[in-house]
């Protein structure tokens, strides 16, 4: 560690780097924020569930069939891409099947939905199914599209003009766009831009505070704020489709998972701005003022010559010229397209299996409430086991899980009888893939320096959000021909984690890197099973032969 991270850490550890303070922080914005956030951040997928359909035919009412007993009369069987003999959903008879030769049309007067779950979906409402089912994943897409522009401007804003600032501009414009999602379903063209607005900072809003937290806590706590920033997005991730079960239309439960998160634009008394960043802009005087309110709240007091400390480590700001500092050295290059690389093959994984919940066996609701509480044990082991054995193993582990979780899905899944056991193995590939996100994130967290942490995360989320375009077409496809894809998907995304994860430094109890300097020599002391190299003995008789 150098004099200047020295410096930086003393001055932090002064006012106190586990305190009041920083319990308090955490509790508002790792765990409560990340809670309300993440419904917003994820609600539309249960807005735009698409449940069990089929062509209306009218007349039924005017006669005693029962509706098994019309659709026989009425509808074409098929079988589906998980190799079951169904009811079309999409074709009807040009008469009834008791006609020779009858002809087998599209459906002509509408569809009739299974109302057992959902009484009202977008989909439901403006009829995106069949010929226009591929709404439904185009507006997945345009959400991942909304996500890779608003990182790429509001990740970089963040660096330069201070996480705070940006927070309060990605609460409101989050909110704002759920909210008009609302009023323009009427219109594709509308909709899909309401997506990407609200889309846009959904990654922001939660990242903003989370670095802020990271850089006023000590090192031994940023294990533990990761696993309470994902246990709140967890959290609302469980809670989320009990309240869409609970209100039963998506317009009422657009609103009540979204309003909440407005309550953080009066959150400016409880949040700071980081005082590393603040530093590492040389920015002194509002520094020592941010530094106080810690030091206020801990009940320490902020040394006197603070200012003339902070004016000593602060030195030449340091050019970072965004994005393309975290390519200004071999190493950091390297580390940061391997991150991208975990992150994106964890980001991919779990959109593809969030995506695809809607369509599997038993009660969506629960379906997304299980897989969403499979997170829970695995933040607490991901937590103990990167503690316990380090986080490049623990993060190789959980890929490697994943592609072994995925094998027997593809050797069931075309069988009727074992959907309920495939639904059994998502929620395990759920906690696998939450285990990685887990890992990943805090890896991200602790290699890049201070100068372009949230730059690092949001050229991440970038990456992962332009791969997760994909996640939805795989669960198309995975519908409209063969249900195995997305696993199929999975095992070979899983073992690009593994390699990525076997080539990043280990980050264990090691310091934050302050400025690209010290981030290019970040791990170069370490070899490949993640060890301090052993420095090598100098002979002395070579030394007076030289």
């Keep these: 560690m150098n004099e200047e991270t020295i410096g930086i850490e003393s001055i932090i550890a002064e006012v106190g780097n586990d305190g009041k303070y920083q319990r308090r922080f955490s509790f508002l914005f790792n765990f409560l924020l990340a809670l309300l956030a993440s419904m917003p951040n994820q609600n539309f997928i249960n807005a735009l569930a698409i449940p069990d359909h089929w062509c209306f035919v009218p007349g039924r009412e005017f006669t005693n069939y029962s509706l098994n007993e019309w659709k026989h009369l009425h509808l074409p069987k098929e079988i589906d891409s998980a190799g079951i003999l169904g009811f079309s959903k999409c074709n009807m008879y040009n008469g009834s099947y008791h006609i020779q030769n009858v002809e ?76 008009l999602l609302i009023f323009t379903s009427y219109s594709a063209t509308l909709f899909f831009l309401a ?8 990654s922001t809003v939660l990242f903003s505070t989370y670095v802020t937290s990271m850089e006023i806590s000590k090192r031994d706590s940023r294990a533990r704020i990761a696993m309470i920033h994902c246990i709140g997005g967890t959290l609302g991730f469980c809670v989320l489709p009990l309240i869409m079960w609970l209100l039963n239309d998506w317009r009422y439960f657009m609103a009540a998972t979204t309003l909440p998160c407005l309550l953080y634009v009066f959150s400016g008394k409880f949040l700071i701005e980081s005082p590393r960043w603040l530093i590492s802009k040389g920015n002194i005087k509002k520094c020592v003022k941010e530094l106080n309110k810690i030091a206020k709240v801990n009940g320490t007091e902020l040394p006197e010559d ?91 582990a959980s890929f490697l899980a994943t592609i072994i979780g ?62 997760g375009v994909f996640g939805p077409y795989v669960v198309f496809l995975g519908i409209e021909i063969d249900a195995s894809y997305p696993y199929i998907l999975s095992v070979i995304l899983g073992a690009v984690g593994v390699f990525s994860g076997f080539f990043l430094p280990e980050t264990l109890n090691q310091s934050l890197p302050e ?29 007076t032969e030289k």
């Design 104 to 179: 087998i049309i599209k459906c002509q007067y509408g569809w009739e939905y299974d109302k057992t779950w959902y009484e009202m979906t977008i989909p439901m409402q403006e009829s995106w199914v069949c010929d226009d089912g591929l709404q439904v994943t185009n507006t997945f897409m345009f959400s991942k599209l909304g996500e890779v522009v608003g990182t790429f401007i509001f990740g970089q804003l963040a660096d330069s003009i201070g996480r705070r600032p940006v927070f309060f501009m990605s609460v409101v414009i989050v909110v704002f766009g759920r909210m």
């Design 195 to 202: 997506m990407c607005i609200g889309s846009s900072t959904s």
């Design 306 to 396: 603070a200012s003339y400390l902070l004016t000593k480590v602060t030195g030449d700001e340091e050019k970072v010229y965004g994005m393309f500092g975290l390519f200004s050295s071999w190493r950091l290059t390297k580390n940061t397209l391997l991150i991208i690389s975990g992150w994106s093959t964890t980001s991919l994984i779990y959109y593809t299996l969030t995506f695809n919940v809607t369509n599997l066996e038993g009660n969506p609701f629960l379906n997304f409430f299980w897989q969403g509480m499979a997170e829970f044990p695995a933040l607490f082991i991901g937590k103990y086991a990167s503690d316990r054995y380090g986080r490049r193993w623990t993060n190789m």
């Design 406 to 467: 995925c094998i027997p899905i593809l050797f069931i899944i075309h069988d009727e009888s074992q959907q309920l056991t495939v639904a059994a193995f998502c929620v395990f590939l759920k906690f696998c893939n939450a285990f990685a996100y887990y890992i990943v994130n805090l890896q991200a967290m602790e290699i890049y320096p201070t100068c372009v942490r949230q730059t690092g995360m949001s050229l991440g989320g970038i990456v992962a959000n332009a791969v």
């Design 515 to 543: 400025t690209l300097s010290e981030a290019a020599v970040f791990g170069a002391n370490q070899n490949y099973c993640g060890k301090e190299k052993k420095q090598e003995p100098i002979d002395e008789f070579e030394m």
